[in-house]
């Protein structure tokens, strides 16, 4: 069965500090990954999307960057964060049936916390 | 553009009540729909979807959904909450490419 790994679970990181986010799935190949971003009171904000190795998709400009180097690793990186950066990251995968997607998978998320 | 709207922020129901979560979406062709449920500091859990066939979808916890084509609704409805159902739901549709589109929740409230 598929699996998805997010970590870590909580993060707290000054302002001006490098960001790693790692997320790894098991189980499934060529996934589609997502990075979505969800802010105190608000709803999913999808910040990138990959549909294979090296291939990342932004939604909006912001402080953050993707990076997909293995077909079911996907990383979420900043190199110098915001206070705007803080908020509860999610995962996500899902497959593909003909040219459509299925449904997500999230992993657990991280919170993040930015002093 | 493709999007989804949740109309209801906030939704406050009596335990052992009726319950319908709102959900309209904007998409050009026939759309893949979800309804995810999401409890405090938690990811995202399927509740149920649809691809095609039968409009009424049946799902995990009770959970149903119709999706109405001529309304572009896809409501969520279960006929009797419980207290546990306390959580944050989203209702999402499938993009033309290859994005899941969110609308932004709503939050429901069990009073026993």
């Known amino acids: 069965s598929q699996t998805i790994h997010q970590w870590p679970a909580t993060l707290v990181q000054p302002v001006g500090s490098p960001l790693s986010l790692e997320c790894t799935v098991e189980?499934?190949?060529?996934?589609?990954l997502y990075w979505y971003r969800q802010a105190a009171g608000r709803g999913l904000q999808l910040l990138f999307y990959?549909?294979?190795?090296?291939?990342i998709s932004s939604e909006v400009p912001q402080n953050l960057s993707a990076s997909r180097p293995q077909d079911r690793q996907f990383i979420l990186s900043s190199k110098k964060l915001l206070l705007s950066d803080s908020g509860f990251y999610l995962c996500?995968?899902?497959?593909?049936?003909?040219?459509?997607?299925?449904?997500?998978?999230f992993g657990q998320g991280t919170r993040l916390t930015v002093v | 553009a493709q999007s989804v709207t949740q109309p209801d922020i906030h939704i406050t129901v009596s335990e052992g009540a009726s319950l319908e979560l709102r959900c309209n979406y904007s998409?050009?062709?026939?759309?893949?729909l979800f309804w995810y449920v999401q409890s405090p500091g938690q990811g995202l859990q399927l509740l149920l979807k649809?691809?095609?066939?039968?409009?009424l979808v049946q799902g995990i916890k009770g959970f149903e959904a119709e999706f109405k084509r001529s309304q572009s609704s896809f409501n969520l409805r279960k006929p009797s909450v419980h207290w546990s159902d306390a959580a944050e739901y989203f209702c999402?549709?499938?993009?033309?490419?290859?994005?899941?589109?969110f609308g932004t929740g709503t939050r429901l409230q069990v009073f026993p």
């Open positions: 996500a995968w899902s497959g593909r049936t003909g040219k459509r997607n299925t449904e997500a998978f």
């Open positions: 189980g499934t190949s060529n996934p589609n």
């Open positions: 990959s549909v294979g190795i090296g291939q």
């Open positions: 998409y050009g062709a026939t759309p893949y």
């Open positions: 649809y691809f095609s066939g039968d409009t």
């Open positions: 999402a549709v499938g993009d033309r490419g290859d994005k899941l589109i």
